[in-house]
């Protein structure tokens, strides 16, 4: 069974970083594209962004720059690598992958940026 587990989420400053690890078990995470969301209070979820079986990485327009997808095969885990947080970042932010069709989802770890 496919589970995702994401943590690291916190309280930080503007302008601050912080990298959420989202591990996984009951999938190779090299094996599938992987993908990071996020859920701000009273709004839709939305893609973060994505990084291939090929490792090719893809983001939104609005982390472009200021954050980072990778993995790490050999500890089967996800990475966000996020720096230049800003308040608007704020939200809970999920991992995601898609195993034979099926969507799985990891329980989403607490972001929030604020002085």
């Known amino acids: 069974q496919v589970q995702l587990v994401e943590f690291g989420g916190g309280l930080v400053q503007p302008g601050g970083s912080l990298r959420l690890p989202c591990a996984a078990t009951?999938?190779?995470?090299?094996?599938?594209?992987m993908y990071w969301y996020r859920q701000a209070p009273g709004k839709q979820r939305e893609w973060v962004a994505t990084v291939l079986v090929d490792n090719t990485t893809y983001s939104a327009a609005s982390v472009r720059g200021r954050f980072t997808i990778s993995r790490a095969a050999w500890q089967n885990t996800l990475y966000l690598e996020m720096t230049s947080l800003k308040p608007e970042d704020t939200a809970v932010y999920y991992c995601n992958t898609v195993v034979d069709r099926q969507n799985y989802w990891g329980q989403g770890t607490q972001v929030t940026v604020s002085s």
């Open positions: 009951g999938v190779i995470t090299s094996g599938y594209a």
